[in-house]
């Protein structure tokens, strides 16, 4: 008689725990943990019942939407960049315009002070030989008669002739003679002597 009953436990404690298996299968099939009704729908159909699917509304993954908005903070950072990139471009590009222009000024400011340059030189040069072709004619009319040499003198223009006359005082400075000079001017005509003289008078140290 123990036995019997101890047999009718057993039987409802396997029952019972069947049971609980079977709820639990069913509720985590509910939640979407588990698949688990398409093994229970042919008890469903024996009872004339279609198998309920889950009532969980699965949302889009969170990675999604992560991913999505990384891609978004990336195409917005590559934006500034680029305009980022497009102000420097400018920038440098308004230098270049600006250097240029520097560039050309220096380049013109030193063609001015090459031909500048050139032109002190001939100048230099033209008064060197004009300053030596004057000390040849000065020794070379010391060395002739007066009236020869004053013929000459006529010749030349009014500038020429006092240039003659300086080196000529200046040759008898050094030398320690007398300048003829003076003795020159008084056997030209004396109205051209007289506008040596004062041309002399004028600009007293000019071999323009």
Same mark, same amino acid.
């Given at each position: 008689? +123990?036995?019997?009953?101890?047999?009718?436990? +057993?039987?409802?404690?396997?029952?019972?725990?069947? %049971?609980? =298996?079977?709820?639990?299968?069913?509720?985590?099939?509910?939640?979407?943990?588990?698949?688990?009704?398409?093994?229970?729908?042919?008890?469903?159909?024996?009872?004339?019942?279609?198998?309920?699917? +889950?009532?969980? @509304?699965?949302?889009?993954?969170?990675?999604?939407?992560?991913?999505?908005?990384?891609?978004?903070?990336?195409?917005?950072?590559?934006?500034? !960049?680029?305009?980022?990139?497009?102000?420097?471009?400018?920038?440098?590009?308004? #230098?270049? =315009?600006? !250097?240029?222009? %520097?560039?050309?000024?220096?380049?013109?400011?030193?063609?001015?002070?090459?031909?500048?340059?050139?032109?002190?030189?001939?100048?230099?040069?033209? !008064?060197? $030989?004009?300053?030596?072709?004057?000390?040849? %004619? *000065?020794?070379? #009319?010391?060395?002739?008669?007066?009236? *020869?040499? =004053?013929?000459?003198?006529?010749?030349? $223009?009014?500038?020429?002739?006092? $240039? =003659?006359?300086?080196?000529?005082?200046? %040759?008898? *400075?050094?030398?320690?003679?007398? +300048?003829?000079?003076?003795?020159?001017?008084?056997?030209?005509?004396?109205?051209?002597? *007289?506008? @040596?003289?004062?041309?002399? @008078?004028?600009?007293?140290?000019?071999?323009?």
């Amino acid at each position: 008689m +123990s036995f019997k009953k101890s047999l009718g436990k +057993s039987v409802v404690l396997l029952l019972i725990i069947a %049971i609980l =298996v079977i709820g639990g299968l069913l509720w985590f099939d509910y939640l979407g943990l588990v698949h688990v009704k398409s093994i229970f729908s042919p008890v469903y159909k024996l009872f004339g019942k279609e198998p309920q699917t +889950s009532a969980v @509304i699965h949302s889009s993954p969170i990675s999604g939407d992560l991913e999505e908005e990384r891609i978004k903070k990336q195409r917005e950072s590559l934006d500034i !960049y680029r305009e980022e990139l497009d102000k420097r471009e400018s920038d440098v590009n308004a #230098l270049e =315009v600006q !250097y240029n222009q %520097i560039a050309q000024e220096l380049s013109e400011r030193e063609k001015k002070q090459e031909e500048r340059e050139k032109t002190f030189n001939q100048t230099l040069k033209q !008064y060197d $030989d004009k300053r030596v072709n004057i000390e040849q %004619i *000065a020794n070379n #009319l010391n060395g002739m008669r007066p009236e *020869a040499a =004053v013929n000459i003198l006529v010749a030349m $223009d009014d500038q020429t002739v006092i $240039d =003659v006359l300086r080196k000529v005082e200046e %040759i008898a *400075a050094s030398s320690g003679t007398s +300048s003829m000079g003076s003795y020159w001017l008084s056997l030209m005509p004396s109205e051209r002597a *007289a506008e @040596i003289q004062r041309k002399m @008078i004028n600009k007293p140290e000019s071999l323009n």
